[in-house]
């Protein structure tokens, strides 16, 4: 029965990409039009998302888009409602939701939306160092990582061949500002010429960027790649925790190695989850030369899985520590860690419950206007996040496709 489920995923997987890439997935009248046809319920999708995709999900989803379209600058960037300060890395991830429900540069209703996004983020790059920066903007390589993704998801929707050359030129010159950046302990840091510093929230974007880059086509250096799996490695520690009366071994990751900092929280653990399956991990028997590289993967896989009802519960209760105060970018990449988790127990047991809860507090935002609420870098960034995590069963995101 698995292996039909997996036969059935990827049959899945390779529908929804063929769709959004030949733009067959959305029909579109006229920009912010409604779509003729649900792109979850295709024959594939319908059996694979029975369980996660609702109608209250669909609508929650079809509010939370027409919000975030409406918060678009008319320079193409995402900031009506706070973010200016970060507005490289709003807008990536602006991007990213928009193209998650099926959108194209040049097909859907937000087809638009998404090439000015696409116009503004290529506008913020520095051609001599391929580093998305813009003029006073504090994304750092946050919203380099981003932007850099973004641009290599829709990468393979682009028709127009000049303009195909353009995006390409573009991901080489991001791809290589990313690799000249990475320090000698494998990571990442804010800024791609400080060498001296490295963190786990900066090191999953890099590697997620590299990773869409290169399944677009964009080279990747091989030892960029190995370094990032030695500092993993290096960064994971072995913990002992209950759940339900029951002793279980995981792992946490630090937060930085440079600094030696260690930490326990959800959202890093979630990142670096995350960032093992941007290098290509996905399963416990994994190895690479010396290093037992899925035991750490599945160890922290585990961790998320028996720490979530408490992270929710802190988030319920009103706690602000660090994770639950980053609880948008936490579950952004807990999402994708259970979404790609070898067993389907995962998922099943994360998403609907996390579904339900994102999709009660978009009811119950004191605005009413189909966002969510607004937090640490403004209404876009709440929006955009949520409605990535919301839209992965669909799977017409490559980021999503399994």
């Excluded at 990213?96 to 097909?107: H, N, Y």
């Excluded at 072995?238 to 029951?246: C, I, L, P, S």
């Amino acid at each position: 029965m698995g292996s039909m489920m997996n036969m059935f995923k990827r049959i899945a997987a390779a529908l929804a990409l063929l769709l959004m890439v030949s733009g067959l997935c959305i029909a579109q009248e006229e920009e912010g039009g409604s779509s003729e046809v649900d792109p979850s319920e295709a024959p594939a999708l319908r059996m694979l998302n029975k369980n996660y995709i609702n109608e209250d999900l669909k609508r929650g989803v079809e509010k939370g888009l027409k919000r975030l379209a409406e918060l678009q600058d008319a320079n193409g960037a995402f900031t009506k409602g706070g973010g200016s300060n970060v507005a490289i890395a709003i807008t990536g991830l602006a991007g990213l939701a928009l193209a998650a429900q099926g959108s194209t540069p040049a097909k859907g209703p937000y087809a638009n939306h998404i090439r000015k996004a696409m116009e503004y983020l290529l506008s913020c790059q520095d051609i001599n160092t391929g580093f998305f920066s813009g003029t006073n903007d504090g994304s750092r390589i946050h919203g380099h990582g981003y932007a850099t993704l973004f641009l290599a998801q829709i990468y393979g929707s682009v028709e127009d061949e000049n303009e195909k050359k353009r995006l390409e030129k573009s991901l080489e010159l991001a791809v290589k500002c990313i690799s000249l950046g990475q320090t000698p302990f494998g990571g990442w840091g804010y800024m791609p010429t400080d060498l001296t510093w490295d963190e786990g929230s900066t090191t999953v974007c890099c590697i997620q960027a590299l990773r869409a880059a290169s399944d677009a086509g964009i080279k990747v250096k091989k030892e960029t790649i190995q370094n990032a799996i030695k500092y993993m490695y290096d960064i994971a520690e072995k913990r002992v925790f209950m759940h339900n009366g029951e002793e279980h071994v995981g792992y946490t990751f630090k937060y930085s190695l440079s600094s030696g900092w260690n930490s326990d929280s959800y959202a890093l653990c979630a990142a670096a989850v995350t960032t093992l399956n941007g290098i290509g991990v996905y399963s416990e028997g994994a190895t690479w030369k010396e290093h037992d590289i899925g035991k750490v993967y599945d160890g922290g896989l585990r961790w998320l899985r028996y720490k979530f009802d408490d992270f929710i519960g802190r988030r319920k209760s009103g706690q602000g520590s660090l994770d639950v105060s980053h609880f948008y970018y936490a579950h952004f990449y807990a999402c994708q860690a259970m979404w790609n988790a070898p067993e389907e127990v995962y998922f099943d047991e994360y998403y609907p419950e996390l579904r339900d809860l994102l999709l009660d507090e978009q009811k119950r935002n004191p605005a009413n206007n189909g966002g969510w609420p607004s937090q640490s870098y403004g209404e876009a960034y709440t929006t955009a996040f949520a409605l990535c995590i919301l839209q992965v069963p669909y799977q017409l995101l490559p980021l999503y496709s399994r």
